[in-house]
């Protein structure tokens, strides 16, 4: 992954069956028929199941494919889990680790992500770690400390060799849409968690390595504030929920980024 920008589509469960999948994947080809990203990598996280169809479907030299989730140990009896290990052998390059979502309704901690992570980098997929505060921190003024806190327990593992291989998203947690936010953080607000993040890794891997280190940012982020929210606030990409559903929505984001 050499190019500048990252966009990741997070279908989550919202493209629920076969048909849905068929229709996203036929609308959004038709959106980039004569398009090819020079500067942004679009990654598509579908659910697991479907990830076939992506591999099929869609033009592997235009996008890259990512999942949602993954277990932290590449065999064994654990029934009904999903190994990074199976992922990598059916096409999927990246996995989305430590969404909110998973904290909340599976009670993912920062201990168990940290060993996601780990096995991510092992099967030679980046993980795309998902950190930032939920509302009652946020009115606690305790966001600066819930992200050196997350960061400091997920990357426990994570050495100077494959910190560049990994993608970091700041998503507040109430700012996702299906939270219903009744704002969003401001450009500035961005900035400020880009840099903090940034001061952590620079601290912890030296600054060389750092400037190859992506930082994305996540929530509520639609065709018409992705320039105010991610590029002015110098975001190097965007983690889409709601607005990847929509194949046209979710290209003209992708445009913004290649265009700005
Ligand atoms: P949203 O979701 O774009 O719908 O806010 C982002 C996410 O949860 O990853």
């Known amino acids: 992954m050499n190019k500048k920008n990252l966009v990741v589509a997070n279908f989550k469960m919202k493209l ?29 996280c579908p659910p697991t199941p479907f990830l076939f169809q992506f591999e099929n479907l869609i033009e592997r030299e ?38 909110s979502e998973r904290r909340k309704y599976f009670n993912e901690q920062n201990s168990e992500i940290a060993k996601k992570v780990e096995r991510v980098l092992k099967n030679r997929m980046m993980p795309i770690i998902c950190i930032g505060e939920n509302v009652e921190e946020k009115k606690a003024d305790l966001t600066m400390q819930v992200i050196l806190k997350q960061l400091k327990e997920i990357l426990v593992n994570v050495g100077r060799g494959n910190i560049e291989k990994t993608i970091l998203c700041y998503e507040p947690v109430w700012a996702i849409s299906s939270n219903n936010p009744d704002k969003i953080p401001t450009s500035n607000d961005i900035m400020e968690a880009r840099l903090l993040i940034k001061k952590f890794l620079v601290e912890k891997y030296g600054k060389n390595i750092v400037e190859r280190v992506k930082i994305i940012y996540g929530g509520s982020v639609d065709p018409y504030n992705v320039k105010e929210i991610c590029l002015e606030s110098g975001m190097g990409g965007a983690l889409i929920g709601s607005a990847s559903v929509k194949p046209y929505d979710f290209f003209k984001i992708v445009q913004e980024f290649e265009e700005n």
Request: overall charge positive.
């Open 16 to 44: 629920a069956n076969k048909l849905e999948i068929e229709n996203w994947i036929r609308n959004f080809k038709k959106s980039t028929k004569n398009f090819s990203a020079k500067k942004t990598e679009i990654i598509l």
């Open 62 to 99: 235009k996008f890259s494919l990512g999942v949602q989730n993954c277990f932290w140990e590449d065999e064994g009896a654990y029934t009904g889990e999903v190994s990074a290990k199976m992922l990598k052998s059916i096409g999927a390059g990246y996995v989305i680790l430590g969404h």
